[in-house]
């Protein structure tokens, strides 16, 4: 069991909040009761509390704006809102303008943003939702500034690939659904502003061929190439970085160019003589795995591989 949290339950419902209550208690943690937001944020002034859960519509002050009063008062504090399913699209919009708030007081960029799907499959229905998924991120990745949304072109089923989930359907079938839904995303894309880029996963995308031809058949300027760097099941992967890198449209540097479970680390000099003879220049955004089997510290793998890139960024000036 997780160590035991005070909770501070804000619901006008005198019923549900007791409900709340109850439910957190048994689970283990202490909860105190607050009928709004003016008693809520009296209680957070005299009490430490470990996170805050709040209904969203109440009066005379609704969850956003107990959200932003904490976010004033106790930045750090941990807060759930709770609503209904109409709310949703209120709640989701909260949260991005926390998020986007919050890089911007840090002084960062947002490179982009990612989504999961699964467009090798036969199932239709499967494939509908997954475009409808990538067009609500769309308009979130708009609302976030983020320039690029990550898609995927392989296969993101454990165990599977893309001969099996499509019934072996041919790789130009398999294309023409994946290049229909992406251009549909692109159309969406276009309308906000936010282009779609597809990433190679080292499944129906292996080779930088492939990567190139599947762009090319959604022809939209709204969609382009992620180079993962780590997933170019070739030979020599720097040929195929090399040859997509001219149409790239953003990044994910990986630690070996192999693979992750490669003790050959990227030869990061070699990488960003390629990205310059490209002619790219918007971010590099870096990617560490944890290896199975194997220690991983995140704290020290990620600044030490940051200071790689930036010491081959500056080499190659």
């Known amino acids: 069991m997780s160590e035991p949290m005070n909770i501070l ?17 048994a689970a283990g943690h202490r909860a105190t009761g607050a009928d709004g937001g003016p008693a809520a944020l009296a209680l ?27 976010r004033t008062r106790k930045p750090g504090l941990p807060v759930l809102l709770m609503t209904a399913f109409g709310d949703v699209d209120k709640a989701v919009a909260a949260v991005v303008d926390e998020l986007k708030k919050r890089i911007a007081d840090l002084g960062l960029g947002i490179s982009g943003t990612g989504v999961r799907n699964n467009f090798t499959t ?4 499967v494939r509908a939702q997954g475009v409808k998924h990538i067009k609500e991120f769309v308009e979130v990745a708009a609302r976030l ?30 294309q023409d659904w994946i290049s ?6 692109a159309d969406h894309g276009r309308k906000y502003g936010v282009k779609i880029g597809v990433q190679n996963h080292g499944d129906f995308i292996a080779t930088a061929k492939e990567h190139l031809a599947l762009v090319k ?15 170019f099941k070739t030979p020599d992967p720097y040929v195929d970085i090399a040859e997509v890198a001219p149409h790239a449209i953003n990044w994910q540097v990986k ?21 310059r003879k490209s002619g790219y220049s918007g971010y590099l955004p870096i990617e560490t795995l944890s290896p199975q089997g194997k220690p991983y510290d995140p704290f020290k793998v990620v600044p030490d591989f940051l200071a790689k890139l930036k010491e081959a960024i500056a080499a190659t000036a």
């Open 9 to 25: 339950v804000v619901e006008d419902d005198e019923s549900l909040r007791d409900a709340l209550l109850v439910t957190l208690e």
């Open 44 to 70: 957070i002034a005299r009490e430490a509390f470990s996170m805050v859960v709040s209904d969203l519509r109440m009066a005379p002050m609704d969850g956003l704006e107990l959200l932003a009063e904490i």
């Open 122 to 125: 036969a199932d239709k229905e």
């Open 145 to 174: 500034g983020a320039p690029v949304i990550r898609v995927f072109a392989d296969t993101q089923m454990r165990a599977q690939n893309w001969h099996t989930v499509s019934n072996n359907a041919t790789r130009q079938q398999v």
């Open 180 to 185: 229909a839904a992406l251009r549909e995303c």
């Open 217 to 231: 058949a959604v022809d939209s300027p709204f969609c382009g190439p992620i180079v993962d760097t780590g997933y």
């Open 255 to 275: 630690q070996s160019v192999f693979g992750e479970d490669s003790e050959i680390p990227t030869e990061m000099n070699k990488l960003l003589t390629i990205i």
